[in-house]
């Protein structure tokens, strides 16, 4: 997938850089070419030797070197790199990174690049929680920076929390989605559906489940970013509204699908809405009260529309592509397969929501993604990078190439 790709790879000095190693063998396995900086610090951790040996290639450590600028200079190792990553990102070079310091070749190819850049950190769990820390990322962040990790985990100094560098499979997985070739959707008209319906009991209660409508909301931000016009219908949420996408809010099933509906004809569906299957059958006009000795009121349910098999029928108006999720606790890819034919829709993507795996209201997702072709295990991701790789999925099947990174 990464075939001739060209990857800047800057080990910085923690002693997770030995997962460079590894990391450059997946990267060169995938078709990338791989080139290598080391910080002086860095160079306590891994060898410049045993990064040539996997890289095949020079391995850039010294700005001041005479052979390094006349081979490739500074500028120009950022200037023929498709991508940048740093890892292990330590607090130091992030430190670096934020303040613009340029005091060595890492932190001066990093200073003068437009290229994107992939940080992968890693670091003792209080100094990535430290509130210097916190900030730089932060700024990093606004600045386009990607970040991957770090994970929850025990460290080399005997603690354990969150600072472990990510695996290097899952930095493989961020490069991918960064730079996928994708199509562009540019011209092509979405409909995205998210966060939770509200059915109402009574004027002040109702049942609904535990959806925060972030992963909807990134899928919507994804499919704008490629170019489509995105209608979002969302269900109550507390998550920003994306940028550039035109949010409809509902709080009920049926509010949903008439604003789905009023949405109009659109190229493609994506229902990532976590719609109540049942509503009550008579929703009382005034607050149900409690009578001391009596037994609680019965509830009768009566089955909501469902929106998904509704925009997946048959028929001039039928999206070209429907996506629909399976939310399952059990049995997931066979229910989710299932759910594909039941539904009618062209793809589904399939998540565990047992409340261990945090996917309800969680920052990242472990999907399955189902289509007439069979099923695509994907590995755990932030939510953003499972929209972006999604959105990349749909592109493909609609226009020329183009490619989107989860920050941008
Ligand atoms: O919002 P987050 O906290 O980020 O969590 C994300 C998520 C877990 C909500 C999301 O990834 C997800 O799984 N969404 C689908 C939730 C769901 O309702 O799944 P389901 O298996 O019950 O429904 C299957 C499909 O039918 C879904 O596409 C759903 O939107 C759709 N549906 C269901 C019932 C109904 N009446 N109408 C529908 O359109």
Known sequence: MLNGKRILLIVAGGIAAFKCHDLIRRLRGQGAHV?????????RFVTPLSLQ???EDKVYTDMFSLTDESEMGHIELSREADLLVV????????????????????????????????AAPAMNVRMWTHAATVANVETLKKRGVTFVGPNDGAMACNE????????????????????????????????????????????????SNHSSGKQGHAIAAALAKLGADVTLVSGPVSVADPFGVKVVKIDSADQMLAACLAAGAVDVAVCAAAVADWKAAKPADAKIKKKAGAPPPALELTPNPDILATLSQ???????????????????????????????????VANDVSPATGTFGGERNTVHLVTGEGVE?????????????????????????????AAE
Do not use: H
């Open 35 to 43: 080139r290598c900086v080391l910080t002086e610090a860095g160079a």
């Open 53 to 55: 040996a996997l890289s």
């Open 87 to 118: 890892a292990p990102a330590t607090a130091n070079i992030l430190a670096r990174m934020a303040a613009g310091m340029a005091d060595d070749l890492a932190a001066t190819v990093l200073l003068a690049t437009d290229k994107p850049v992939l």
């Open 160 to 207: 354990y929390g969150p600072g472990r560098m990510s695996e290097p499979a899952e930095i493989v997985t961020a490069i991918d989605a960064m730079l996928a070739t994708t199509g562009s959707l540019t011209g092509k008209r979405a409909l995205v559906t998210s966060g939770p319906t509200r059915e109402a009991l009574d004027p002040v209660r109702y049942i």
């Open 314 to 348: 048959p028929g001039p108006q039928r999206p070209r592509l429907v996506v629909g999720f399976a939310a399952e606790t059990e049995n997931l890819v066979a229910n989710a397969v299932d759910k594909r034919t039941r539904k009618g829709c062209d793809w589904i």
């Open 377 to 405: 295990e994907w590995p755990t991701l932030a939510k953003d990078e499972v929209a972006v790789r999604l959105a990349n999925r749909i592109a493909g099947q609609f226009g020329p190439p183009r490619s989107i990174k």
